[in-house]
Nanobody, 120 residues
Framework: QVQLVESGGGLVQTGGSLRLSCVAS????????AHWYRQAPGKQRELVASISSSGMTDYADSVKGRFTISRDNAKITVYLQMTNLKPEDTAVYYC??????????????WGQGTQVTVSS
């Protein structure tokens, strides 16, 4: 059974930093594209950052210069380093990944989410 498990969320003050991790487990070959989304209370889920299988990255305007997405293929893990956090970054953060089951089959998976709370 394939799972994506996020960790690293928590409570931090304005200006602080957190690093989120998203680990894929199960009988898999690896991760293709991966993304971090977030959803604040009463708001729609929004795309925060993306990383391709080749390492190309893209960010929402609201987090450019503050967040960095990266990956460790050997550990089948995707990270989101968040710095200079603001109260408006408060949300549940979700990892979404296109995972290779073998050299042919691949599916999209979501993690369960990790809460990030930034106090003012």
């Amino acid at each position: 059974q394939v799972q994506l498990v996020e960790s690293g969320g928590g409570l931090v003050q304005t200006g602080g930093s957190l690093r989120l991790s998203c680990v894929a487990s199960g009988s898999i070959l690896g991760i293709n594209d991966a993304h971090w989304y977030r959803q604040a209370p009463g708001k729609q889920r929004e795309l925060v950052a993306s990383i391709s299988s080749s390492g190309m990255t893209d960010y929402a305007d609201s987090v450019k210069g503050r967040f960095t997405i990266s990956r460790d293929n050997a550990k089948i893990t995707v990270y989101l380093q968040m710095t200079n956090l603001k109260p408006e970054d408060t949300a549940v953060y979700y990892c979404k990944a296109d995972i290779n089951h073998d050299y042919v089959l691949h599916y999209i998976y979501w993690g369960q989410g990790t809460q990030v709370t930034v106090s003012s």
